[in-house]
């Protein structure tokens, strides 16, 4: 590993320490090395506040200062150039004079996009893009996707029986998995910013939708309930956490029930509609949890990003079939004594 890689993998472990709280940013981390040696680290840590190179530079102690012009600055996304919530960090870069900036990837958000690298290339700065690229790019996916797509990134998650069942046969309410597999779907729901699941899911399972084994936030719960039929009394409208309810009659707020109405045709199209109102509302990350005709739908439409698919150790005596997964399999986990298996699309970089 070079030196170059060995400080970007610094970057990186900073950079998730704001998993789950950066949306619709990115996370990012920084690091500054005055030869060989770290002088300065920072991280976006929540969205709004300030960028990771902001909180690297400001952490250098007094008696270092003297040091940021003859040092390098790694930095797992591309700089800012832009005025969003914060100053660009380009001008940051250029007022300490920072000599070197090592990154990863592209920040592809309008405005930036290789504007960033430019910048500081022209002002003098020695920029190395590409350490650890391919890792860099998985950590900005979301961010990234969400604005080259203008959609949400779609993480499916659902279990199945070791014969490929999705759920017992009669309205049922099934459970497949173990509870440190329950764990880790909490910790996805604590980095995800809204969770979607169909009107049936929500009849039958009656799920609250939140985050009650793992730390951070609960995801914003939506549910698609075309004609309004589902029951007042489910956990959805407890108002434990905010609910939208995708539907074809009304759009309101009920604010002190916490459940807002969106109306939406679901006619041809609707995914994409979706998608493109949850992006106007910031949305950056969905995970769909089910029925199997959602998650069939998503499929169809080619309208996901990753799949997470637990297996579970015992069938139901009769049961309906799971959907096909159409990607391929990239990484596999024990869980407790279940499988999870991580999809992507096969054309997936
Ligand atoms: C960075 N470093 O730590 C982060 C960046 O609205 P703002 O001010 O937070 O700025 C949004 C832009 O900054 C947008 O391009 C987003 O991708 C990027 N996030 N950039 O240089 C950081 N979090
Ligand atoms: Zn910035």
């Keep these: 590993m070079t030196r170059d890689e060995r400080y970007m993998l610094r970057c990186f472990d900073l950079a998730v320490l704001g998993a789950g709280r950066t949306s619709p940013n990115p996370m990012v981390g920084a690091v500054l090395v005055y030869e060989d040696r770290i ?33 390098t600055l790694y930095v ?8 969003g919530k914060t100053g660009p960090c380009t001008n940051l870069i250029l007022e300490q004079g920072i000599p070197r900036v090592v990154v990863s990837c592209l920040d592809l958000s309008p405005g930036v996009a290789g504007r960033g690298i430019a910048i500081l290339q022209s002002a003098g700065v020695e920029v190395t893009l590409g350490v650890l690229e391919k890792e860099g790019k998985h950590l900005s996916r979301f961010r990234n996707h969400f604005v080259t797509r203008q959609a949400p990134y779609v993480i499916l998650k659902y279990a199945v029986t070791p ?13 497949i998995t173990g509870p440190l597999s329950r764990r880790f779907t909490h910790r996805l729901r604590s980095e995800t910013d809204a969770i979607l699941i169909g009107a049936r899911t929500a009849a039958i399972d009656n ?16 549910v698609l309930d075309r004609h309004l039929a589902l029951p007042d009394n489910l956990h959805l409208f407890d108002g434990a ?27 041809e199209g609707f995914l994409p509609r979706l998608l493109g109102e949850l992006h106007r509302r910031k949305i950056s990350t969905l995970l769909v949890e089910g029925g199997a005709r959602l998650i069939r739908s998503f499929y169809d439409a080619g309208l996901w990003q990753e799949a997470y698919i ?20 990239v990484e596999t986990f024990v869980i407790g004594g279940d499988t999870l298996r991580l999809y992507r699309p096969l054309s997936s970089e």
């Design 39 to 71: 002088i300065g680290e920072g991280f976006h840590a929540r969205y709004g506040a300030s960028h990771a190179e902001v909180n690297a530079v400001t952490s250098v102690p007094a008696s270092l200062r003297h040091l940021i012009p003859k040092s």
């Design 76 to 83: 797992s996304l591309e700089p800012c150039c832009i005025t």
């Design 163 to 175: 014969s490929g069942q999705f759920a017992p046969t009669g309205n049922l309410q099934s459970w």
């Design 207 to 222: 799920p609250q939708l939140d985050n009650r084994y793992y730390f951070g936030a609960s995801p914003l719960r939506i």
């Design 241 to 267: 956490s905010p609910t939208l309810v995708v539907n074809e009659l009304k759009s309101e707020k009920d604010t002190a029930r916490k459940v807002e109405y969106l109306h939406i045709d679901f006619g």
């Design 310 to 329: 637990y297996t579970g150790s015992v069938d139901f005596p009769a049961g309906i079939a799971a959907p096909q997964c159409p990607g391929e399999c």
